[in-house]
């Protein structure tokens, strides 16, 4: 293995831009130099990777007596409907501490004669059992001496309504020497245990995992770095944070993150032109090696608030991003008559058969076959001594054994370039079902939605994906290839609260009263107040209400522009409930769970605008021509670098029609017959598809066809199954509780 010449990427990187803008050396075996650094924003996978790999800190659960298995049994979620042998999780915890403590809802019980203690809902609480310090403490104190253990997480049932129990315990850990200790109210303080403690549980795995990579990062310059650089981190909620306030279970989509407020910000600035219609709606996916992340964006961020990532339920706010594993590594298969796309990859070592490592057969084969990807324009890093294009001969040789094998057990006569097309377009069905997810399945018209298209294999599928999805206008941003870091610089920092609470709203008389406007304006305070010592004078507010009916268990956060104006929360409820799924419940009450204010503090980051008040489809020459092959068949295209385009007047837009390829420096876009592309001087691309795609009806089997549609249903049933556990409604729900008097 070849060993890095530095210790940290991201610092090398900083130190190599440094000394190109200011013409110094800044020795790489040197703490750098921070006196002309304003500010660092990073994005990372760091807590990803350790979840996935199960390579965070080791901990401790403190939680109540008799809960030691709660998190074990988990909510008995089946996340594959159709699996036949479900595994259950592996916990992230080493061990489990018993505390003897408990609290009760008052309205459960006969209060006579108990001491009744109120909640931050106004709901009344009875304690039963509080913890005996000294017991506690001796607890602990053993668990510390003899595990070896550093961090805990601390989840008893009712703390987001009754914290005093953690706190105290939290207390009596950090005494004792625990250097990670995870409040589950404070975590996340919102109703129900089990979320609750996986996320506690999370950020105690976690959190010192991100603290020793944020350590030996900033070791790296000198020790003026936090006096004088704000030094921020991008959360998965699309918000930056502050280097000390960076913790594990809000960092999951830290990377990802970036490149949904890139997509955001530039497709609003961008296309919100003279010369094109916008509605504001964007759908976009990032296409990688191994993976596409797709996601929805309407003039705000989508926002979840229960997410499984690598088994464990993360319970905070967090961008609506699906991942699918479809990318260009994707593994092409062919089994009992089945051709499929991953979800194996090929991964990046061997990789592609293209690579010249003697791999297999992938989604990047197959655009090499078809001639999407030009192997003369591609970088020459292939090869034993990497130094020679892809291989195309070798990629040929190996599609035309797969297709001999296809013909001969279907009986058909299909050439390499027709199984290819089939495997791509098997690929990008693939990344069109979680598209179609986030949209037609929650009520969104799909076709008024624009398309855009970033990460380095995007451009070859964008008007397919485009086509298929009824979507006319496809955006791809200069800095495509690089847009979760561009966005990360054009992020907010953002302080983000709530509050439980249990008021009941009367569906005849949807009335909420004066304590929901005081705890907003309680928040925004709170939030502004942090912003403001961060230094941000710019700030605005999102305020939302986390409402259900009753007796259902989901609840939709719902917006409102403004916190005195109460009488839109129920009918935005309402509305978004019907369009969502179909219906409502007509006299049913609701409830609200959560109030929560989102505190943005403005950068003064910007997005550079493409003026164009004229458009001419200037006369441009290209490069060469290559045939590609479309659903017609082999097409003589030309090939346009975009370096060669972009920079010409600013008043001037150009105009190119497909088919054509157009090659960045980072990317290459394939634009399709029947489409039309406008690049602006700055070099983004605006694509326009004039006719979209034939619906066809086929009684012959068909391997492409059969696995199209096997996508088709499958996203039709999960989301059946999907809605009908998030509608579900039960009357009355019987509990029963024996309480030791």
Known sequence: MIEANYDDAPREGIRRIMEQVTGCQFPANEPLDTSNIRSIRMGTTVATNALLERQGEKFALVTTKGFKD?????????????????????????????????????????????????????E???????????????????????????????????????PEHEILVGTIAKDIGFEQVSLSHQVMQMVKMVPRGFTACADA??????????????????????????????????????????????????????????????????????????????????????????????????????TVTAGVIIQAPQLDISTVAAGGGSKLTFNSGLMAVGPESVGAHPGPVSYRKGGELAVTDANVVLGRLLPQHFPHIFGPDENQPLDLVKTRERFEVLTADINRIEGSSK????????????????????????????????????????GGAGGQHAC??????????????????????????????????????????SFQDPHLDESVSKTFLRLQKETETRLKAQGYSQISFEYFLNIRFVGTDTAMMTPASLPDDLSLFVPTFL????????????????????????????????VGIAKSPSMSESKQTPTETTKVFFNTGWIDTPVYKLSCIKGASERV???????????????TVVLEPHCQAMISHLGDITIDILEMAEHFTCTDVDPIQLSIFA????????????????????GKFFVLDIIKH
């Not at 594959?80 to 003897?100: H, R, S």
């Not at 991008?234 to 809000?250: A, I, N, R």
């Not at 996203?715 to 998030?726: D, K, P, S």
């Open 70 to 122: 709660i998190l074990h049994i988990g909510n008995q979620s089946r996340p594959n409907i159709f699996d036949l042998a479900i595994k259950c999780p592996e916990t992230l915890y080493e061990c489990v501490l018993e505390v003897d403590e408990r609290v009760l809802l008052a309205k459960d019980l006969d209060c006579t004669g108990k001491d009744i203690q109120s909640t931050i809902t106004g």
């Open 124 to 162: 009344r609480i009875w304690v039963e059992k509080a913890p005996n310090v000294a017991v506690v403490r001796n607890q602990l104190q053993k668990l510390y001496a003899e595990s070896g253990l550093k961090s805990v997480a601390i989840v008893f049932i009712h703390a987001a309504l009754f």
């Open 205 to 306: 795995y976690l959190t010192p995992h991100i603290s020793t990579y944020i350590r030996q990062f900033l070791s790296g310059f000198d020790s003026k770095l936090l006096e004088t650089t704000q030094v921020s981190f991008m959360q998965s909620d699309g918000g930056l944070t502050p280097v000390e306030q960076f913790t594990g279970h809000k960092a999951i989509l830290s990377g990802p993150a970036g490149g949904v407020v890139g997509y955001a910000a530039t497709t609003h600035a961008t296309i919100n032109t003279p010369h094109a219609t916008f509605t504001g709606q964007v759908v976009a996916f990032d296409m990688g090696g191994t993976s596409t992340d797709v996601s929805r964006f309407a003039g705000r961020y989508q926002h979840v608030f229960e």
């Open 415 to 454: 050439s390499v370039a027709e199984i290819a097309l089939g495997y791509i377009k098997i690929a990008n069905e693939a990344m069109c079902r979680p598209i179609r997810n986030l949209t037609q399945m929650k009520g969104f018209d799909l076709t008024k939605h624009t398309l855009a298209c970033f």
């Open 464 to 505: 397919s994906i485009a086509r298929d999805l009824g979507i006319k206008k496809v955006f791809i941003h200069r800095y495509s290839g690089i847009l979760s870091a561009y966005g990360i610089g054009l992020a907010d920092v953002v302080e983000d609260v709530q509050e439980p609470t249990a008021l009941v709203v």
């Open 575 to 606: 509305s978004n409930y019907r369009r969502e799924f179909g219906f409502i419940l007509p006299g049913k009450d609701m409830v609200v769970d959560d109030i929560r204010v989102r505190a943005c503090g403005h950068s003064d980051a910007h």
């Open 653 to 667: 837009c150009t105009l190119i029609h497909g088919p054509s390829v157009i090659i960045d420096e980072t990317s």
């Open 711 to 730: 996508h088709r249903f499958m996203g039709i049933a999960e989301q059946m199954g999907n809605t009908l556990h998030r509608t579900a409604f039960s």
